[in-house]
């Protein structure tokens, strides 16, 4: 599970609330992701913090090009992924074996202008209860492994399957 700062708004007298999604230059978000009031809970707001994954919602792209509007589907699911990249390296995801999904992609910074490190994420939206993401990972990675498999549960567990051998990652796929 990802558990995410919740942020509030408000306008006329309503609450609208919000996750960031990435960090780009200057800790500017790449998405703000709205969040529909019937997906909160009571802990949500005392918390402060939203949690992924999110089972029965949908991901709908707001007017301008930041924004993503997270609704009500009990027929969709929305996971959210992030891999750490090495110092002074990068990462990259790939979400595979997923057909109807709808692919959301995401940067972070590791320092204000990205030098330190540029770490690769997705917001998928899908119909399946589970997911499967290949990742790689460049820069000082200190014994960590470099290439693998992450799948992620709609019940938040999640299966890390660091693999040093490309061969064997083929055999996989």
């Known amino acids: 599970m990802v558990k995410l700062h919740l942020y509030e708004k408000e306008v006329d ?12 230059a200057h800790g500017r978000p790449v998405y703000l992701l709205w969040i529909n009031r019937k997906l909160l809970t009571q802990e949500h707001i005392e918390t402060r913090r939203f949690v992924f994954p999110v089972k029965g919602a949908r991901i709908e792209q707001g007017k301008n090009s930041r ?5 009500p589907d009990q027929e969709k699911n929305v ?3 992030l891999k750490g990249c090495g110092y002074r390296g990068n990462s990259n995801v790939e979400v595979y074996d ?8 995401f940067w972070e910074y ?6 330190l490190g540029t ?8 119909s399946k ?4 993401i290949k990742w790689s990972r460049t820069g000082r990675l200190y014994g960590s492994a470099p290439i693998g498999i992450t799948i992620l549960h709609i019940d938040g567990r999640v299966e890390e399957l660091p693999i040093e051998d490309e061969e064997l990652l083929k055999e996989l796929e």
């Open 13 to 24: 007298k309503k609450t609208f609330y919000y996750v960031e999604i990435g960090s780009v």
């Open 67 to 71: 924004t993503l509007i997270l609704k």
């Open 79 to 81: 996971f959210y992924y």
């Open 98 to 105: 997923c057909g109807d999904c709808k692919i959301y992609k």
């Open 110 to 115: 590791s320092s204000p202008r990205g030098s």
């Open 119 to 126: 770490s690769e994420g997705v917001l998928v939206e899908t």
């Open 129 to 132: 209860e589970m997911i499967k």
